[in-house]
């Protein structure tokens, strides 16, 4: 019998690489499967992982994979996620995050592959009505990107009933911030998320950031997240992992920090962090955007034993300075 193997889809992506990285760490024995469409490479750090290119909707390599190794679970990043284009192209969403790795749970099905750790979001939940979430929150996306993540989760409960693989649906707030030794680190192209935008105005890449909307009912106007440090993310995975390795049940978690902060307070953060001024313009809202998304975590430290580390942002737009200045934010 071959050693027990871990499988990661999308581990070449961002938050997928920092989890690998970490597994890895561990001694765990990972195989990396990413279509390179997001993903780098260069992300894959560590010695012993082995990367193959392909897609989650490939039975014959799934076949491949799953007669060679002895895979005991599976970590599933593999997905798009920009908000804005998932509502312009829906189906693009639809048919990569939710059908196709229906291919992947038939072949788990039928290789006796029972553990499933799904990288789900608080899109999910929409425009929650009552701030911090909690699990038990009405899941309403309002785009399809949620939608999409949304429709797995219930596959994946349908999956449990049938075929006994159990999941832990991770429900991710705002992932942020790199590794701190700035070996790998966040680099989507286009980027569009909050800190390394914030960065690239900094560095001069961009003219300035344009911030969304200032008349939110908040205290200053603008829009406030729980920003969670992709190191934390990696650790959560890992914790999933035990729970399932343990004989845990499907569940679902957020994975946040419980603490809020606006996009001017993370502004003001970054402006302390890389000692320069932000060049900031203020526009519209954005489409789909809630005023206010927070965890509630508790149900993560119950569940999983684990809980954020890092709950300052300071450190994670620390992190992501050093992946930026160093690498200039690119592999
Ligand atoms: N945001 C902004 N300007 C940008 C990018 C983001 O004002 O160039 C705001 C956005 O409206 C939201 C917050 O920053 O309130 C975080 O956005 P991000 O895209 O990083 O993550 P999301 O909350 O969409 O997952």
Wanted: glycine share 10%; net charge negative.
């Amino acid at each position: 019998m071959s050693e027990r193997t871990i499988l990661v889809t999308g581990g070449a992506g961002y938050i997928g690489s920092h989890t690998v990285k970490l597994l890895a760490s561990k001694g765990e024995k990972v195989v990396v499967l990413d279509n390179m469409v997001f993903g780098h490479p260069e992300a894959i750090v560590s010695e012993g992982v082995e990367l193959v290119v392909g897609d989650v909707g490939d039975r014959e390599l799934l076949d491949r994979l799953f007669t060679e190794h002895s895979i005991d679970a599976v970590v599933h990043f593999a997905a798009f996620a920009y908000v804005g284009e998932s509502v312009e192209n829906p189906l693009k969403y639809y048919r990569n995050n939710t059908a196709e790795p229906i291919t992947l749970l038939e072949a788990m099905r039928d290789h006796g592959c029972k553990k499933f750790i799904f990288s789900s979001t608080c899109a999910t939940y929409g425009t929650p009505e009552i701030v911090p979430i909690t699990e038990s929150e009405k899941q309403a996306p309002i785009n399809a990107y949620g939608t999409s993540k949304y429709m797995l989760e219930r596959i994946l409960e349908d999956c449990d009933r049938a075929h006994d693989i159990k999941s832990v649906f991770l429900r991710y707030f705002n992932a942020s911030g790199c590794d701190p030794g700035g070996e790998i680190g966040e680099d989507h192209n286009p980027e569009t998320h909050l800190i390394p935008r914030i960065l690239m105005a900094v560095t001069g890449e961009v003219d300035k950031l344009t911030v969304f909307g200032t008349d939110y009912p908040t205290p200053d106007g603008t829009c406030i997240r729980d920003y969670i440090h992709v190191n934390d993310l990696a650790d959560a995975h890992e914790k999933g992992l035990a729970y399932l390795r343990d004989g845990g049940d499907t569940t679902a978690v957020n994975l946040g920090t419980g603490r809020g902060f606006s996009v001017k307070e993370i502004i003001d953060a970054a402006q302390q962090v890389t000692g320069k001024d932000v060049p900031v313009e203020y526009g519209d809202r954005r489409a789909g955007d809630p005023a206010q998304l927070i965890a509630d975590p508790s149900k993560a430290k119950e569940v999983l034993g684990w809980e954020a580390q890092y709950k300052d942002p300071a450190y994670h737009l620390e992190t992501a300075w050093k992946w930026m200045s160093e690498r200039g934010g690119r592999y």
